[in-house]
């Protein structure tokens, strides 16, 4: 509760600790006369009770109080000046009668005045401090529940487990909190868990039984006093990730509530370039980072353009980033991964919520349909396409087109048993982009259109055993269709790739020892692929291509359909070694990764030739490894080695355009690092990293490529940097960070040949945000990114083209020109109100708040004579309101 006096005194300022404020009224009244040398103030609050029947209301209130100071400092006399209602004004005056003063002064000697104060009852959404902690307590070997078990935490709370073995404690202190177990025929169990304000901590202990007294213990018995167990097998930690929870990410500026749209704000991750969208981890390619929701595989995060992610906030838990480094469990991929875990449906009761803005319109509506199935539905439809020409000019159409978009979430989970949870998840998303450059020159006017349908249908299942082990099975199925058509004056290419894909992860658990803890497993993925594609030979652009923004495609043109086939299924196993009194983890892990490739045709089909198959098939050995070292709590070293691998896109499989005998790409990660925590809530953590790749598929650099060798995985990458991360976890409503990446990313198009940029090499990417509560509803943040250019490559010359009657480009240097550097300042406001049981939010998040004219691509007049720049979205303010029930 906020509350703020005013004082009726000329000079009276009274300044108590806390967030009481003063403001001066009138001149105070004396007992006797004389001139006021010195006004009282205030060195004793007392706050006032907020009243309960009041507060379930929303109802707010100011009582005005006449409170008669005595020369010693102490209130004599409190009466109502102003009533705010009998409830109210007995919480003022039961407050007022306990300040204490230092004395006002009257010729210079202390004497008695009266005093006008306002007592402002105003309602403040707080920030949770408390944990809540709860758990089972059963019998080891056999899972039998134990009723009227005491369960002591070190800071004097206590509870009785029930008929169920259960117990709660509502509020528990955050941080580190020793646990007692104990009854007169059990032996005692100790204990040490973390609990973390405002989140549930939920345990399972298992206890022996021990003899009753004046019974024979066996002969081998154990007759400690203490038994010291955590019985829940701790998850194997990433030695390098960020994770966000949902709280914190959907109040970042410049993502407009998004939670998962926080991942472009870590640590690692390049600047998209405008309308993109894409994720560029630790200088990987776009396609080289896996993003998966619950165990299952998206093809993206976001969707196209970059605004908006595809999935609805209130279904988000948390976002977990690991750009390398990662463990066993994982592969597929050469960069990073993204984790995305989503929350529970409500059990209580019916909930939901409503979100437009100038962007979009979405909702989401949960709760149980019945005491162990619960439900959650949400969807978002864009139409910010319709309103792009009011927020930028000409040319951020032609290169910045907004996409229509749209998304739908279900998420239904049934609990089995006490035990088992069984959750049926389905995933939408469709996207649609256009964009056009009009010309009176018909050789000068070209058209992209990009679209991408996919959605993903998955069953989890969660089983917990008695000894603290789990089981999780995950298996899934879905659809992608992507369609890309271009044309640039006659030349027009067209690409569509239809994939079905069927996925299967599933893992155990457990202890194997008091400082072992094994996760054994095997993830399977499989797609089946149908693809067409016919135009120009060098359109779409590949990475690596010397291109310049708007150039027209090569004259040869080409077409080809092909069907393809890759699948794997890898078991993999880590054991997670805690030694030292648990100071150091070991964690070696093993990925066996076998990997086959199908293709309809090993070389382009002539006439009525039929159609000769290609089939290839290999086994990757994966060693991974990761050591943690803690030599002091707040402290520690990490360093982790893996090995990594990527079968071939579908869309490299032709034998016109592509390679049907691709193989798969690898990539080896070195990183190390320390992390150290200040206090409770800073953190500071730095790594270093090391990429190298190889066998990348890259065009064929021979003038003649021999047939069906279009594309070689003669390729090569590496990537050296450090990110560095100062982290202040939420607390006091306040929370942000400051994350920096400084890296260099490189490609080796031949063997023999020389090191070039990467497409998406950013030098330097920073990105420093904050958000703070303001009280009575209020948050305020803002964020600032700036980064490194990316690489172009520059023009030199021109040429006339009398058989395409048209300018060419003579290109320099491979990727030795940059971009401009990247600055943006966003900001973001919002209020939250309480309408009757339900709350409603109204947000402004404007972008690029200082209308900088940001630079994002490098154009060339149609004779290559004028360069200029192509400027990215200008000051874009995005009002909205958020509407929960």
């Not at 060195?43 to 929303?58: D, I």
């Not at 100011?62 to 009533?83: F, H, K, N, P, R």
């Not at 193989?663 to 070195?670: G, N, P």
Request: proline share 6%; glycine share 8%; with cysteine.
């Amino acid at each position: 509760m906020k509350c703020r006096l005013a004082l009726l005194l000329a000079l009276l300022l009274l300044a108590p600790s806390g967030s009481v404020h003063a403001q001066p009224r009138a001149a105070p009244r004396a007992e006797t006369r004389g001139k006021l040398t010195k006004p009282p103030r205030l060195v004793e609050f007392v706050e006032a009770p907020y009243p309960e029947s009041q507060k379930k209301l929303g109802r707010t209130a100011a009582v005005v109080l006449q409170i008669a100071i005595a020369a010693d400092g102490s209130v004599s006399e409190v009466a109502v000046s102003e009533s705010a209602g009998l409830e109210f004004d007995a919480a003022a005056l039961e407050a007022a009668r306990k300040f204490k003063f230092e004395p006002a002064e009257i010729d210079g000697a202390p004497a008695p005045v009266k005093i006008t104060y306002r007592y402002e009852f105003v309602l403040k959404e707080e920030a949770p401090t408390d944990a809540v902690f709860e758990g089972t307590v059963r019998v080891r070997g056999t899972g039998e529940p134990l009723t009227g078990v005491r369960v002591e935490l070190d800071d004097g709370q206590s509870a009785i487990t029930d008929e169920k073995g259960r117990f709660k404690f509502e509020k528990v202190a955050p941080g580190e909190r020793k646990v007692m177990l104990s009854r007169a025929d059990l032996k005692p169990l100790q204990s040490v868990e973390t609990a973390t304000a405002g989140q549930k901590l939920e345990a399972i202990y298992e206890i022996e039984q021990v003899p009753v007294p004046g019974e024979a213990a066996a002969p081998d018995a154990e007759q400690d006093d203490m038994e010291i167990v955590v019985v829940a097998p701790k998850l194997t930690k990433q030695v390098v990730s960020t994770q966000v929870q949902a709280d914190e990410a959907r109040r970042v500026a410049g993502t407009q509530g998004d939670v998962l749209k926080v991942v472009e704000n870590l640590p690692g991750v390049a600047r998209a370039s405008a309308g993109s969208g894409q994720i560029v981890v630790w200088g990987a390619a776009p396609q080289d980072t896996r993003v998966y929701v619950d165990g299952i595989r998206v093809p993206l995060l976001y969707h196209f353009g970059g605004l908006r992610s595809i999935m609805h906030t209130d279904l988000v838990r948390s976002v977990e980033l690991i750009p390398g480094g990662y463990g066993a469990a994982y592969g597929r991929g050469l960069g990073g991964l993204v984790v995305v875990a989503t929350r529970d449906p409500a059990k209580d009761r019916l909930h939901g919520s409503v979100q437009v803005d100038v962007l979009d319109a979405s909702a989401a509506i949960q709760g149980p349909l019945s005491d162990k199935l619960q439900l959650v539905i949400a969807g978002r439809q864009s139409y910010f396409d319709t309103l792009l020409d009011a927020v930028s000019d000409e040319d951020v159409g032609e290169f910045f087109p907004i996409a229509r978009y749209r998304d739908l979430q279900a998420r239904a989970r049934y609990e089995i048993s006490d035990r088992s949870t069984l959750e049926l998840t389905g995933l939408l998303a469709s996207d649609h982009l256009k964009r056009a450059v009009t010309s009176p020159d018909p050789s000068e006017r070209s058209s992209e259109t990009r679209e991408l349908y996919f959605d993903r249908i998955g069953l989890r299942y969660t089983h917990r055993n008695t000894d603290g082990s789990e089981v999780i099975v995950v298996p899934w199925i879905g659809r992608d269709h992507s369609t890309l058509s271009t044309l640039f004056a006659n030349t027009l290419t067209e690409l569509e790739v239809r994939s079905m894909n069927y996925g299967l992860r599933a893992f155990h658990r457990g202890k194997l020892a008091s400082f072992l803890t094994t996760t054994t497993g095997f993830d399977f993925e499989l797609t089946t692929s149908e693809a067409t594609r016919r135009g120009s030979i060098t359109s779409p652009a590949r990475e690596g291509d010397p291109r310049v923004f708007g150039q027209a495609p090569a004259s040869g043109v080409n077409a080809d359909t092909w069907k393809s086939t890759v699948g794997s299924v890898a078991p993999y196993v880590e054991g997670d070694f805690g030694l030292a009194d648990d100071k150091l983890h070991v964690v070696p892990g093993l990925r066996i990764d076998p990997l086959f490739t199908s293709v309809n045709r090993r070389i382009p089909t002539e006439n009525d030739t039929p159609d000769q198959g290609a089939h290839e098939a290999d086994v990757a050995v994966e060693p991974r490894l990761s050591v943690r070292y803690s030599p002091i709590g707040r402290v520690t070293f990490k360093a982790a080695y893996g090995r990594y691998r990527q079968p071939p896109l579908p869309d490299d499989l032709s034998s016109v355009f592509g390679n049907p005998a691709l193989t798969r790409s690898a990539a080896t990660h070195w990183l190390a690092g320390a992390s150290v925590k200040i206090g409770e809530t800073l953190t500071l953590e730095n790594t270093v990293f090391y990429t190298r790749s190889e066998d990348l598929a890259v065009r064929n650099p021979s003038p003649a490529p021999a047939l069906a060798q279009a594309l070689v995985n003669a390729g090569e990458g590496r990537t050296f940097g450090a990110q560095f991360l100062i982290r202040r976890e939420l607390a006091d409503g306040f929370f942000g960070w400051i994350a920096a990446t400084i890296l260099r990313s490189e490609r080796l198009d031949a063997p023999g040949g020389d090191w070039r940029l990467f497409d998406f090499d950013q030098t330097h990417v920073l990105t420093a945000l904050a958000s703070y509560e303001l009280g009575a509803g209020f948050d305020v943040g803002a964020r600032f990114r700036y980064a490194t250019g990316f690489p172009r490559t520059p023009v030199i010359g021109r040429f006339y083209d009398t058989h395409r009657s048209r300018f060419e480009s003579i290109s320099g240097t491979h990727n030795t020109e940059r971009i401009p550097d990247f600055y943006q300042l966003d900001l973001r406001a919002s209020k939250r109100f309480r309408l009757g049981g339900t709350r409603l939010e109204i947000y402004l998040d404007v972008q690029n708040v200082t209308n900088r004219e940001n630079a994002e691509e490098i154009a060339y007049s149609a004779d290559f004579s004028q360069k200029r720049f192509i400027h990215g979205l200008p000051t874009v303010p995005v009002l909205g309101a958020n509407w929960e029930f």
